[in-house]
C-alpha cells in the first residue's frame, strides 16, 4: 500500500495562494488515481480534485473549479494541489488520497490517506 504525507499547508490571507504536496512512498502512484479533500472543523471531509493515473483527466468540486490546480509528477512521486484566490471557507484540514482504479469523488472509494495538512485563510 502506498504511503502518503502532505505538506505545504499554513495560515495565507484571503486571496492569496498557497500550494500542497502530497509525497508518495512504498509504491509508485503511476497505478493511482489520486485526490485531495478537505475537513472544516465539525463537518464531513468532502471532496476537491481528483486526477488520473496519467495525468490527463481531473474533476473538480464546483466550489474550487478555476481557483484551485491539481497536477502530478508521477518521476518524483508526488501530487500537487495549487490554491489560488483563496477564501476563508477554504479553511480545512485537506488529506491527500490514492485509488488504485477509476477516478471517484467519494472519500469511501479510496483506500491510502496521509495525515493531513492544515490550511487556515484568514478574512
Known amino acids: 500500500q502506498v504511503q502518503l504525507v502532505e505538506s505545504g499547508g499554513g495560515l495565507v490571507q484571503a486571496g492569496g495562494s498557497l500550494r500542497l504536496s502530497c509525497a508518495a512512498s512504498g509504491r509508485t502512484i503511476s497505478t493511482y488515481a489520486m485526490g485531495w479533500f478537505r475537513q472544516a472543523p465539525g463537518k464531513e471531509r468532502e471532496f476537491v480534485v481528483v486526477?488520473?493515473?496519467?495525468?490527463?483527466?481531473?474533476y473538480y468540486a464546483a466550489s474550487v473549479k478555476g481557483r484551485f490546480t491539481i497536477s502530478r509528477d508521477n518521476a518524483k512521486n508526488t501530487v500537487y494541489l495549487q490554491m489560488n484566490s483563496l477564501k476563508p471557507e477554504d479553511t480545512a484540514v485537506y488529506y491527500c488520497?490514492?485509488?488504485?482504479?477509476?477516478?471517484?469523488?467519494?472519500?469511501?472509494?479510496?483506500?491510502?490517506w496521509g495525515q493531513g495538512t492544515q490550511v487556515t485563510v484568514s478574512s
Open positions: 488520497a490514492a485509488r488504485s482504479l477509476w477516478v471517484a469523488t467519494h472519500p469511501a472509494d479510496f483506500g491510502s
Open positions: 486526477i488520473n493515473k496519467s495525468g490527463g483527466s481531473t
